[in-house]
């Protein structure tokens, strides 16, 4: 099994202080995220599941998803869930250039704008504020720079529920939110087919536990 922070160190938060960890409030604002959609059906179910609570998310898109599916991808932020870019193709910044991660990141962004759809008379997409995830987060410094100067905010996480991990358990996976998350805490899932067997049975009881304990579901913005 690969090493990863299950939540995240404060040293390595001080020391990447350019980059969002958490978001610390007084009202008990969590900040549920999903990375790799819109996937069909596994995203059309964290969406419902997500209504059941009244509870809102953030969505990290992988600009080639959004082109393939852009009625999920609307329906998202339809819903009233922020979304944010994640590249186009899913790239790993350590073992890409600035240059071409930064038109990757273009790409997506030009997506998330204005997705191609079937659906007639579709109107662009307004995107106010820019964030950005990046995949496995994996990103150089001169990306990060020259991201930041285009605007964006680096959003990273506190919690990490390892969901994509087919070697955890679905109860491993669950332990893994409900035991670190703080208020203010950006908690990552992925709406992906590879972490759906965790997911389906995580997402639900995380949802419920947090609700009970008086946890505010927020969006990133």
């Known amino acids: 099994m690969s090493f990863y922070w299950i939540k995240t160190n404060t040293l390595i938060k001080k020391i990447f202080s350019n980059y969002v960890w958490d978001i610390p409030n007084i009202e008990n604002k969590i900040y549920l995220t999903f990375d790799d959609g819109p996937t069909p059906e596994i995203t059309e179910w964290v969406l419902e599941e997500l209504k059941k609570y009244n509870a809102k998310a953030t969505f990290f898109c992988i600009g080639s998803n959004i082109e393939k599916y852009p009625e999920i991808f609307t329906k998202v932020i339809d819903e009233g869930h922020s979304v944010g870019n994640h590249t186009f193709n899913h790239l790993k910044g350590w073992q890409t250039s600035t240059e071409e991660y930064l038109q990757n990141v273009k790409l997506c962004e030009a997506a998330i704008s204005n997705p191609k759809s079937k659906i007639p008379n579709?109107?662009?997409?307004?995107?106010?504020?820019?964030?950005?995830?990046?995949?496995?987060?994996?990103?150089?410094?001169?990306?990060?720079?020259?991201?930041?100067?285009?605007?964006?905010?680096?959003?990273?996480?506190?919690?990490?529920?390892?969901?994509?991990?087919?070697s955890i358990s679905p109860k491993k996976c669950l332990e893994n939110v409900l035991q670190n998350v703080t208020t203010g805490s950006i908690i990552v899932f992925h709406d992906s087919v590879k972490a759906f067997p965790n997911l389906e049975y995580t997402l639900p009881k995380t949802l419920e536990y947090l609700k009970e304990k008086g946890f505010v579901f927020d969006v990133i913005r």
Not at 136 to 148: A, P, T
Request: charged letters at 25%.
């Open 122 to 166: 579709l109107i662009p997409i307004a995107i106010g504020t820019k964030i950005f995830r990046p995949p496995y987060g994996k990103i150089k410094l001169s990306q990060s720079k020259k991201l930041r100067q285009l605007g964006y905010k680096i959003i990273m996480w506190d919690v990490l529920s390892a969901d994509y991990d087919a």
